[in-house]
């Protein structure tokens, strides 16, 4: 089984979302899977430019010359990730870049869903299944209700089955060196690295684990007590450096 993950950070490497891919993906490794995680923010993807010609010119090719023709090579994988921070309650600009050049994997005709609605047919071979990975600065579940609404969507129009969604609300400190937090992290990294094997080993993350994963990492009141502290010392520090 290969597992790509498309990280739409601009964080890259150093962001909050890349500590929950690298421990998802960590995990699934250790059960057998193939996986790659790939940063979109150290790729070149113009946004489309709805030139269509990758439906009618140039057939399942997009004339811009970038690294997306690539990225699409690695869009055939079994499962892929879509990861990203919330941005403005939605995907990332980066993310959605990215998403929008997947169109020439489908076919310029309509046809009609199960549940009579339109869709456009995926052009070759299968279309991938999906995991779903974000966090979000705030705290509170009601942040993803944006993402969960919108990745079903796109699982419809492409035909995907979403395998596995995991939100992090609170996710501020995935990246933070703070030694108070060391343990509640490792306590939380270990959780997706599970999670991430359970998707190998059953097709889905069971409801235990699930569970586990959406409670608060530490209580929602510390969180914000230490993220407006921060805040503080950052604009009394630049106060001071003027
Ligand atoms: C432009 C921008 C918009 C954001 N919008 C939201 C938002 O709507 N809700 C939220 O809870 N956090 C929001 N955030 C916070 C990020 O989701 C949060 O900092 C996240 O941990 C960043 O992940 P990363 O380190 O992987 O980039 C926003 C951050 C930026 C820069």
Redesign the pocket.
């Known amino acids: 089984m290969k597992i790509v993950a498309f990280n739409g950070?601009?964080?890259g490497a150093?962001?909050?979302?890349?500590v929950m891919v690298e421990n998802f993906l960590a995990g699934a490794r250790k059960a057998g899977a193939e996986t790659e995680n790939i940063l979109l923010v150290d790729k070149k993807i113009r946004h489309c430019s709805g030139c269509m010609a990758c439906w009618f010119k140039t057939p399942g090719k997009c004339v811009v010359q970038d690294d997306m023709e690539e990225l699409l090579e690695k869009y055939s994988a079994d499962i892929v990730v879509f990861a990203t921070?919330?941005?403005?309650?939605n995907v990332t600009g980066i993310m959605k870049n990215f998403m929008d050049r997947i169109l020439p994997r489908l076919e310029p005709f309509i046809e009609k869903d199960e549940n009579g609605e339109c869709k456009h047919p995926w052009r070759t071979g299968h279309s991938p299944d999906f995991v779903v990975i974000s966090?979000?600065?705030?705290t509170g579940m009601e942040?993803f209700q944006v993402l969960k609404l919108l990745f079903r969507r796109i699982a419809r129009n492409t035909g995907s089955r979403i395998l596995a969604e995991i939100y992090r609300?609170g996710?501020?400190i995935?990246?933070s060196p703070m030694l108070i937090l060391k343990p509640f992290l490792m306590h939380y990294n270990k959780l997706l690295r599970k999670a991430g094997g359970e998707l190998v080993t059953d097709g889905r993350i069971s409801d235990g684990t699930q569970a586990k994963l959406e409670k608060p990492i530490i209580p929602p009141e510390q969180y914000i007590k230490i993220g407006n502290k921060n805040v503080t010392e950052e604009l009394q520090k630049l106060e001071k450096e003027k």
């Open positions: 950070s601009p964080h150093a962001g909050n979302t890349h921070p919330l941005y403005v309650d966090n979000c600065g705030f942040h609300d996710g501020g995935l990246a």
